[in-house]
């Protein structure tokens, strides 16, 4: 009945988004796929069938997710392979109709292997061998284990490369996970000496200057003197630190990229390879973006709460990890989310969630558990983002060994309950907008991030509570409340310097808003750039400890950024948890005024609006006049200080630019918001005429509704809204239920079209073949 009454809405849809409508590829995938991991050798071999036929029929799936942790099944014994088990399950997924992204298995070492080799198991940062038991508990740096892994990897190509009903190809599992990106096993520490002889060309006196080693006498002599940083009497030199980070990346990427080569040699061309990451992309010692690139797209396991987690990650932290997954890569020339020209308009590459949370999740402690409708209102929140593809994981509740407490679509006892309705809801909704969700994301705003600040606070954190991915979040969100689409950009990555610039008239600029958080020490020519994006009038925010250090980590004069901002940074104090409060100087924009209004909005303790500050403070001073203070700070001691500032050109008269915002502390983002509407104003992005559909010239109303602006293949404006808490919120004249979707569609189309979780549902069991 669904299907029916949403039947006019399709052909509309059909009609407002036919350039994106290219039909089926070469191997017959749908525009955006949907499917489920599924572990056919973790069941009875009689009901493999079964549970095939009931995902592509009951659940409606397009595809599986197979293989990644067969190692022992596929060589059982050391050089003894056999693939009947797969032949069976890849001839029955041909025979009922589901496509297949088959993992390469060398994420589970088989016990032989370790019994046999124990020098290829690293070593975690306590100086003890992992053992075998778990996962991942091999050394990237081990010869022998890279000989054993792309021996298995290269007999599994030459089987079934070129079957064409696998569609990709994943890479391992969730590469450097649970702290299997450190290692100081010998072969770590063997191949650390050699990275260091290569990157500083053979001279260790370069080293010991670059290092600063004459500080505590640690100059070196040699480079196999210098230690991997295993526990000692305080700290290590940050340089080692950072350096130590930039070694086990590279380690990591070595492995992606042999694995890779040994995967393309073999697969058929519509084929495409992949690596599905797991969350945390600040807080590993590996950078995610090379990593990416090595890929023909990223794919990434969205769970939003995990093990003993009591609530959620709030949704704007969420959306930033989908929109760095969408960063990445640039967008395709062609097909999916190809390549759009003009302002705002090149777009990112989609990415697929290789795991979607559909129930609680843990493999010891369990927290919380999702309320009807929120897991699916996740799921949802991953395909607005940019995903093509989405993965529920998985597709029954495993019945025995560690992750029986992972639930899956459907529990051991196959009953299809609330999970398996939700799941369901969701294919139904991406089918239906399949078009939108297909089409380019343009962005005009860019949030960069750096693995070199990643790697530098990583080393010295500075405040106990300074955690990279919040810190992002923090300038992300208030962007994120207006509903822009927003870019997350490596700014390692020399596309992204020529993306931000305006230096060269034939390159057309892309973004009208740069954010920049926490960027302690900048990658190579993002200065210059950034200089060159805010002389040509964009607008730039920067966030506390800005150009602090360079790339050596030894401490600069002065913070260049600060200088841009039109701003000196006169004390700073590290807060950790402690909180202290600013209070806002002026109303923005035309609606200045010299007495203070009274409060709408945080917590009113005067005329002011007032708000709370954590992690981290500076002391502002102004360098001129015509630097604003947004926010000044609240206590006795630091009330003259600035805690935000702005600086705005005139737009004419020769000296035209663009603004630069210093937030130089751990503020509320709720704080950020009405400014972010002036800068988006100022940027000519927010009209009178406000956004989308509903004409939209207010915010969203909580941090737990996402308002979403796109644009289909006529540049006419979408919105989506989703609703992320437990109780309804208002957002124009609308009301949104709890864990509700409401799409807005352009003039031509039905008004709203709407996915709202179903009220639980008594259970059927599916009866036995």
């Known amino acids: ?154 007999v599994l190509l030459q089987r079934y490369g070129r079957e064409t009903n696998i569609f990709s190809w994943q890479i391992d599992n969730e590469l450097g996970h649970e702290g299997s990106d450190d290692d100081y096993s010998q072969s770590s520490v063997h191949a650390w000496t050699s990275w260091l002889a290569e990157k500083y060309k053979g001279n260790i006196t370069d080293l010991n200057y670059r290092w600063g080693n004459v500080f505590w006498s640690q100059s070196y002599n040699s480079f196999d003197e210098v230690p991997a940083p295993l526990p000692t009497i305080t700290r290590h030199n940050p340089a080692l630190l950072v350096d130590w980070r930039w070694f086990r990346s590279d380690s990591i990427n070595s492995f992606l990229v042999e694995q890779r080569d040994i995967v393309r040699r073999f697969i058929h061309e519509d084929a495409t390879i992949t690596t599905n990451f797991p969350g945390g992309f600040f807080s590993k010692v590996m950078n995610f973006a090379l990593l990416g690139r090595q890929m023909d797209f990223v794919a990434y396991d969205n769970y939003p709460v995990w093990g003993g987690l009591e609530k959620p990650l709030p949704p704007a932290q969420i959306a930033l990890a989908l929109d760095i997954c969408r960063g990445i890569l640039p967008a395709l020339r062609t097909g999916v989310g190809s390549w759009v020209p003009g302002r705002g308009g090149r777009g990112r590459r989609h990415f697929v969630i290789a795991e979607q949370l559909i129930g609680a999740q843990g493999h010891d402690e369990i927290g919380y558990l999702p309320r009807p409708g929120e897991a699916k209102s996740w799921a949802i929140q991953s395909l607005l983002h940019g995903a093509n593809g989405l993965i529920f994981f998985r597709w029954r509740s495993a019945q025995r060994a560690q992750e029986v407490f992972c639930y899956g679509v459907q529990d051991v006892n196959s009953e299809h309950g609330r999970r398996f309705q939700e799941a369901r809801e969701t294919f139904s909704f991406g089918r239906l907008y399949s078009s939108l969700l297909a089409a380019p994301i343009r962005a005009k705003v860019a949030l960069l991030y750096s693995y070199q600040s990643v790697f530098a606070w990583q080393s010295q954190r500075q405040s106990k509570n300074l955690d990279p991915e919040i810190e992002a979040t923090r300038l992300y969100h208030p962007f994120w409340r207006w509903g822009m689409p927003i870019d997350a950009l490596d700014a390692g990555n020399e596309e992204t310097l020529s993306l931000i610039s305006r230096s060269s008239p034939e390159i057309s600029w892309v973004y009208d808003i740069v954010i920049l958080p926490a960027p302690i020490s900048l990658p190579d020519g993002l200065y210059d750039a950034l200089v060159s994006h805010v002389q040509g009038g964009g607008s730039l925010y920067i966030g506390f400890r800005s150009d602090l250090k360079d790339s050596d980590m030894a401490m600069l004069p002065n913070s260049r950024l600060a200088t841009l901002a039109g701003v000196k940074i006169q004390e700073i104090e590290s807060l950790g948890s402690t909180e202290v409060s600013v209070t806002d100087e002026l109303e923005f924009g035309d609606n200045r005024q010299t007495k203070k209004p009274k409060s709408k909005r945080g917590t009113k303790t005067s005329e002011a609006n007032e708000y709370k500050v954590e992690v981290w403070r500076e002391m502002l001073q102004p360098l001129n006049p015509g630097i604003e203070t947004i926010y000044r700070y609240s206590d006795s001691f630091f009330s003259e200080y600035t805690a935000v500032s702005r600086r705005r050109w005139k737009r004419g008269g020769g000296e035209d630019g663009g603004e630069v915002v210093y937030v130089g502390c751990g503020i509320d983002p709720e704080a950020l918001i009405k400014l972010a509407g002036e800068t988006l104003k100022f940027q000519g992005i927010l009209g009178d005429d406000g956004f989308g559909p509903l004409q939209l010239s207010e915010p969203s109303p909580s941090g737990n509704v996402e308002i979403l602006h796109r644009t289909d293949a006529a540049d006419r404006s979408w919105t989506i809204i989703t609703n992320f808490d437990q109780i309804p919120h208002k957002v124009g004249q609308k009301t949104i239920k709890p864990f509700e979707t409401v799409v807005l569609l352009p003039e031509g189309a039905p008004r709203t079209l709407s996915a709202t979780p179903l009220k639980n549902r008594a259970s059927t069991t599916r009866p036995k073949c």
């Open 1 to 154: 009945h669904e299907r029916e009454r949403m039947a006019p809405s399709l052909a509309l849809l059909a009609l407002a988004l036919a350039p994106f409508c290219e039909g089926k590829a070469k191997n017959s995938m749908p525009l955006v796929y949907f499917g489920v991991d599924y572990y056919p050798e973790q069941w009875p071999r009689e009901r493999i069938k079964e549970d095939m036929t009931s995902i592509k029929n009951d659940l409606g799936a397009d595809v599986i997710r197979i293989g990644e942790f067969s190692w022992h099944i596929i060589e059982p014994e050391d050089g003894k392979f056999e693939f009947e088990f797969w032949d069976h399950v890849l001839e029955l997924a041909k025979e009922i109709g589901l496509h297949v992204m088959f993992g390469t298995v060398t994420a589970t070492i088989p016990a032989w292997l370790a019994k046999k080799h124990p020098e290829i198991l690293s070593v975690g940062k306590d100086g003890q061998k992992r053992v075998f038991g778990g996962r991942r508990q091999y050394s990237f740096n081990s010869r022998i284990f890279r000989q054993y892994a792309s021996r298995i990897t290269r």
